[in-house]
């Protein structure tokens, strides 16, 4: 595995620059919104959370397969952002991103005031259903 938590390359950077653009347009068009990704995707979301989103709208966030990333830059952005409640999964065999590392950002979520939940399962870099079923009560919480 590699070590992701100090790296913040350009091309994440780039990604996470669209991806705010994309985000901006669904926050003109609806009232509410849940942001979230599997893997790339995930680290993306926990980013977009540090971009200047209206907190009114913002219900909540998903973090499937995960992993810190960038943490320097988290830390900055995170800091006065009103807290969301979040979900995170993440496979135990997981051969494509460690746990221990998805563990880490689940702990850096908390210490900065974000109340989530932590689903771990036995498996590897997926979705499985019972983490499709956990999410499902988590929207309907957020909702």
Do not use: W
């Given at each position: 595995f590699r070590n992701f938590e100090d790296k913040c390359p350009k091309e994440f950077l780039d990604s996470l620059e669209l991806a705010h653009k994309f985000v901006m347009s669904l926050f003109n068009k609806y009232d509410e919104v849940?942001?979230?990704g599997f893997s790339q995707g995930a680290m993306i979301t926990s980013h977009l959370l540090t971009q200047n989103l209206d907190e009114?709208?913002?219900k909540g966030s998903?973090?499937?397969?995960?992993?810190?990333?960038?943490?320097e830059e988290l830390i900055k952005g995170l800091d006065g952002k009103k807290p969301v409640p979040f979900i995170q999964s993440h496979g135990r065999e997981d051969q494509v991103l460690d746990y221990n590392a998805a563990m880490k950002l689940f702990e850096f979520m908390?210490?900065?005031?974000?109340?989530g939940?932590?689903?771990s399962f036995t498996g590897a870099h997926e979705i499985p259903?019972?983490?499709?079923?956990k999410t499902k009560s988590f929207l309907e919480k957020v909702f």
């Amino acid at each position: 595995f590699r070590n992701f938590e100090d790296k913040c390359p350009k091309e994440f950077l780039d990604s996470l620059e669209l991806a705010h653009k994309f985000v901006m347009s669904l926050f003109n068009k609806y009232d509410e919104v849940v942001l979230g990704g599997f893997s790339q995707g995930a680290m993306i979301t926990s980013h977009l959370l540090t971009q200047n989103l209206d907190e009114n709208k913002l219900k909540g966030s998903i973090l499937y397969s995960a992993t810190l990333l960038a943490k320097e830059e988290l830390i900055k952005g995170l800091d006065g952002k009103k807290p969301v409640p979040f979900i995170q999964s993440h496979g135990r065999e997981d051969q494509v991103l460690d746990y221990n590392a998805a563990m880490k950002l689940f702990e850096f979520m908390k210490l900065n005031r974000y109340e989530g939940e932590f689903i771990s399962f036995t498996g590897a870099h997926e979705i499985p259903m019972e983490v499709l079923h956990k999410t499902k009560s988590f929207l309907e919480k957020v909702f």
